[in-house]
């Protein structure tokens, strides 16, 4: 009598860590994201590993690599999570361009109010001074999947130097009111600040 045959392992897509490697199931990648923007936040780029974010995730590093590739890409993906441009363009382009400067001013103070999200952004601005790789990030966030996209819809000339001004201010208050903490920016209403950059928000995006 012939002994029946082992049934083979099925065989992993390229780069996939064993099953054995790690804890994979559903809502893993979720997880690793999530400790990723933790990581980020509490320790910034240059402290942050893969190796480290793998252990809060509980996971082996090899199934980090697989599912964001390097830590670049990681960083990317862990900030990516708090901008949602996918679901935010839409809402700042809104009815048309008639308060576009008010709706793109009151998104971006909201996520810079939620402690949650600020984390990360603190995280990318401290970082994109010094590090190639977290500048590149806050280009393709900020600048490349937000603002350009937005200023591409409105029809406009040069819309990608207008995506670029508007940038630098809200950048530029991100930096006065969350990092250095300047006094009164630091302690303004959000309201209040949001009343007196839409306008030029607006003109930057819209005008002729």
Known sequence: MTAPETPK???RGPGRPPR???????GTQERILLAARA????????????????KAAGVDPALVHHYYGSKDDLFAAAIEVSLEPALVVPAILGAGPDGIGERLARYYLGIWENPVTRAPLLAVIRSALTHEAAAKVLRTLILRKVLERVAAELKVPDPTFRAELAASHMIGIAILRYVVQVEPMASADPEQIVALVAPTLQRYLTAP
Do not use: L, N
């Open 9 to 11: 392992r099925p065989r």
């Open 20 to 26: 054995d490697a790690a804890e994979e199931g559903p």
């Open 39 to 54: 990581e980020f936040s509490a320790r910034g780029y240059d402290k942050t590993s893969v190796r480290g974010v793998a």
